[in-house]
């Protein structure tokens, strides 16, 4: 998960109903968000899975509704902030 | 039939993550063969059930709480793991059966995965099997059982004979996978278990293009920031709705019932103490609690087949900005929604949210909703407020609602605000493919809350209600300073101590000596305000008259602060017994009935004290 990805945002930055991939995940220091990104993996973020943002709240574009795979998870801008994804074409 | 029949049951454990289906499987296997849970009690956390494998041999099959990960992060994924770890009192299951949703391998199978380290022998139940083939995803069961080294066989929990090809394979012997490696996985195993989930998927399933799936357009309308608050709002409104008048007219049909047995009685029973037991006490009591099953069952229908349909995470998923400037997150909508109709489940339903202050703060506003054991004491009030105004009385019954949402929200800032730890909690929240609601699971979750409020009142509100008759039938052995006995029972005893606590909130002493069972129950309230006005008769009579004296005797400022008092005060013993269990904490409980109590006084006292001076200018 090291190497540089051209062109890969946030998946919090990636725009309402837009495809994408996910290039890599950022792995953080602090212990609460690793298990928070630990259980992202586990729950389907990881490289090369397609995702999109369905739906996003209003005013702060909070919550997201996430599709990864045949599921759908709301996240935090915070913690969607932690998948890396490089939208489609 | 050759082979003898093991005598030894078998004792198995579903294993699943959340809307896998395999609560429906479940019921499906045992039927009405559960252990009910009662909440009132401390040790059921569980579910259990058994039935019988093909063959004929007894299985016992415990439902565990849905689970991601065995690396746990809600209390409920904790209970799982600690179970098929052996690191809980449960004895460990002779096999578990990992439950897997078939429309969705490709998060599930990640749990196959992790399960088989435990060194358990371990069954693939490939579940919602019509549902994939309707969807067009092939599955290769074959391949995927090789690929697995397991045994994998294919299930339809809503079917009737969905879950015969399981039943037979527990006759078989099954291998166990080996001494347990299990232990909580680093992100670099999780990501290598993803990487052989991700080969096992693609070797196994064929289908069509994720984009075509249509959940994604009801959801864009069901979360649209406009018309998703319109649907919710509708929602909710025709669910209170249906509560209301489907749960009046049911209610009427239970009080005329008991009407007649008390009619029976007293025409076939001959005065004295034993017939006044039997009707003011007994029938008139239980009478006057069971009236209000049909709402709660009501509340739970909506509730169970809005959340089992997938809508319920939608609706949370709404809320979370707007609960989110209360200190809360969506996660605690549902939880807050269940408390509508009983603060017991709804502090139960709390589990499922990872973050502790989050749950806590949950937890402790809960009783602020109002329950279903309110609506008597609510309308008795508001019917004595407004004798002949039914649109007021409908609003201010609206408005004591809202004032408990209101009082919640406010708390929970109040808690948000106090903590010095700001991080914001975790949302990571599935929201499931829709799905019609299966209806055997629904049937036996409402004969499950019908079950466990039948027995509360067959224990706690009978043994009240016994006591509280004995109460006012039992003379006070207490003489005055001339030797002449007092004229009043025990409990006017009680009452008149307790008056003086109520007095400053205008509380006479009928009223005073009401709220004692009524901490135990709130139900039993109104029975027990009709008991201290010692009036005769039935259900329907004791609530026709005890309104006539209540709008005629009672000055306007004592109904106010009664009001008042019913919308915060903590009521009801089995909410204080759940706040301990769940926390796991005497503090906490005090705190929650402090607090309440707190509030309930103030709001009581200040609404008494202002009313009865705007009323004598």
């Known amino acids: ?6 062109g890969a945002i946030g998946l919090d930055r990636l725009p309402e109903d837009q495809w994408a991939t996910v290039s890599d995940v950022t792995v953080p220091t602090d212990a609460t968000d690793r298990g928070l990104v630990l259980r992202l993996l586990e729950l389907g ?3 090369g899975e397609r995702v999109r943002v369905v739906r996003e709240g209003r005013t702060v574009r909070e919550p997201l509704a996430v599709r990864v795979g045949h599921t759908t998870f709301a996240l935090r801008r915070h913690e969607a902030a932690f998948i890396r994804v490089i939208p489609a074409e | 039939m050759e082979a003898p029949v093991p005598k030894q049951p078998l004792r198995i454990a579903l294993l699943g993550n959340p809307n896998c289906g395999k609560t429906a499987l479940f019921n499906l296997l045992t039927g009405s063969r559960q252990k ?6 401390v040790t059921v956390e569980r579910k259990e059930g058994v039935f019988r494998t093909t063959a004929g041999r007894q299985v016992s099959v415990l439902d565990l709480p849905g689970a991601y990960s065995l690396n746990a992060l809600s209390g409920d994924e904790a209970v799982t793991r600690d179970v098929i770890t052996g690191h809980s009192q449960e004895v460990l299951p002779d096999l578990l059966v990992c439950v897997v949703d078939a429309t969705n391998l490709r998060l599930h199978l990640r749990l196959v995965l992790e399960a088989r380290r435990l060194g358990l ?14 969807l067009g995803i092939h599955i290769d069961t074959s391949r995927l059982a090789r690929e697995l080294n397991l045994y994998v066989t294919e299930t339809v929990s809503v079917h009737t004979h969905g879950a015969d090809t399981l039943r037979e394979l527990l006759d078989e012997n099954l291998p166990s996978t080996g001494p347990s490696t299990w232990r909580e996985s680093g992100i670099e195993q999780v990501i290598a278990t993803q990487h052989d989930v991700l080969r096992i998927f693609q070797s196994v399933v064929t289908e069509p293009a994720i984009d075509k799936d249509p959940s994604d357009r009801m959801d864009r309308f069901l979360m649209h920031p406009v018309w998703g608050f319109a649907v919710l709002a509708v929602v909710l409104f025709l669910t209170f709705m249906a509560v209301f008048s489907g749960g009046a007219v049911l209610s009427g049909i239970i009080e005329e019932g008991f009407g007649a047995v008390a009619g029976l009685v007293e025409a076939h029973m001959d005065e004295g103490l034993l017939r006044g037991l039997l009707v003011e006490g007994i029938i008139g009591g239980v009478g006057g609690v069971i009236v209000f099953l049909p709402q709660i069952l009501i509340l739970f229908l909506f509730i169970l087949a809005l959340e089992s349909s997938g809508y319920l995470p939608r609706a949370a998923f709404l809320l979370d900005r707007p609960m989110s400037a209360a200190g809360l997150s969506g996660r605690s909508f549902i939880p807050l929604l269940s408390s509508f109709a009983c603060a017991i489940p709804g502090i139960m339903a709390t589990r499922t949210i990872s973050h502790w202050r989050d749950r806590l703060t949950t937890i402790l506003i809960a009783p602020l909703m109002a329950c279903s054991a309110r609506i008597p004491v609510y309308t008795l009030l508001v019917a004595a407020l407004f004798p002949d105004d039914a649109v007021s009385a409908a609003l201010v019954m609206v408005g004591l609602y809202i004032l408990g949402i209101v009082a919640a929200m406010t708390v929970a800032w109040v808690i948000k605000s106090t903590d010095k730890d700001h991080a914001r909690s975790p949302l990571m929240m599935e929201l499931p493919a829709y799905q019609w609601p299966d209806v055997r699971s629904l049937v036996i979750g409402l004969w499950e809350r019908a079950m466990i409020f039948l027995r509360r009142v067959g224990t706690i509100i009978l ?7 004995a109460l006012y039938t039992i003379p006070s052995p207490r003489r005055t300073a001339d030797g002449a006995p007092v004229e009043r029972s025990l409990a006017g005893e009680l009452g008149h101590a307790l008056h003086h606590v109520f007095a400053p909130i205008g509380f006479n002493e009928q009223i005073s000596f009401a709220l004692v069972p009524g901490m135990a129950a709130r139900e039993v309230v109104v029975s027990a305000l009709g008991t201290a006005y010692a009036m005769q008769g039935d259900e329907g009579e004791v609530d026709e008259q005890l309104r006539e004296r209540i709008t005629n005797e009672w000055p306007l400022a004592t109904k106010l602060s009664l009001l008042l008092w019913m919308v915060f005060a903590p009521q009801c013993l089995s909410t204080f017994a759940v706040v301990k269990r769940e926390t796991g904490s005497w503090k906490q409980m005090w705190i929650m009935g402090g607090y309440l109590f707190a509030l309930a006084y103030l709001a009581s006292f200040i609404t008494y004290q202002l009313t009865t001076v705007l009323t004598a200018s």
């Open chain 1, 1 to 6: 998960m090291e190497q540089e990805n051209m």
């Open chain 1, 45 to 47: 973020f990881v490289p």
């Open chain 2, 36 to 41: 009910v849970a009662n909440y009132a009690g």
């Open chain 2, 463 to 469: 043994a009240i209600t016994i006591v509280m008759w």
């Open chain 2, 121 to 134: 022998p371990l069954v693939v139940a490939l579940n919602k099997m019509d549902r994939a083939r309707q």
